[in-house]
């Protein structure tokens, strides 16, 4: 019933910056959670990042609190994740969500296709 797609992944160098965008379609009237997450090659999808509905409320992992910030534009049915002070660690695909508890309800409803995010030293 929604459908997401990221966009803005890509390669850059530790200390640079990228932002990721997440479009969402179909039945987008719904007040959806949204957030992101992340899964480095051979380790666990982690959560990183979510926003409520109206943006008042934002949560953050450890790992990338202070770097990243988690934004909405709900005119645009549009998530955004910008990071800044990119390390290494951060190289991972990174997958957006919807769901209507905020930050997470288990199972998430909705999950995009991801982008790549790679981080060189």
């Known amino acids: 019933q929604v459908q997401l797609v990221e966009s803005g992944g890509g390669l850059v160098q530790a200390g640079g910056s990228l932002r990721l965008s997440c479009a969402a379609s179909?039945?987008?009237?719904?007040?959806?959670?949204m957030g992101w997450f992340r899964q480095a090659p051979a380790k666990e999808r982690e959560f990183a990042a979510a926003?409520?509905?109206?943006?008042?409320?934002?949560s953050y992992a450890d790992s990338v609190k202070g770097r990243f910030t988690i934004s909405r534009d709900n005119a645009k049915n549009t998530v955004y994740l910008q990071m800044n002070n990119l390390k290494p660690e951060d190289t991972a695909v990174y997958y957006c969500?919807?769901?209507?508890?905020?930050?997470?309800?288990?199972?998430?409803?909705?999950w995009g296709q991801g982008t790549q995010v790679t981080v060189s030293s």
């Open positions: 179909g039945r987008t009237s719904s007040r959806y959670a």
């Open positions: 926003i409520s509905w109206g943006g008042g409320m934002t």
């Open positions: 969500y919807a769901d209507p508890g905020y930050p997470l309800q288990l199972p998430i409803d909705y």
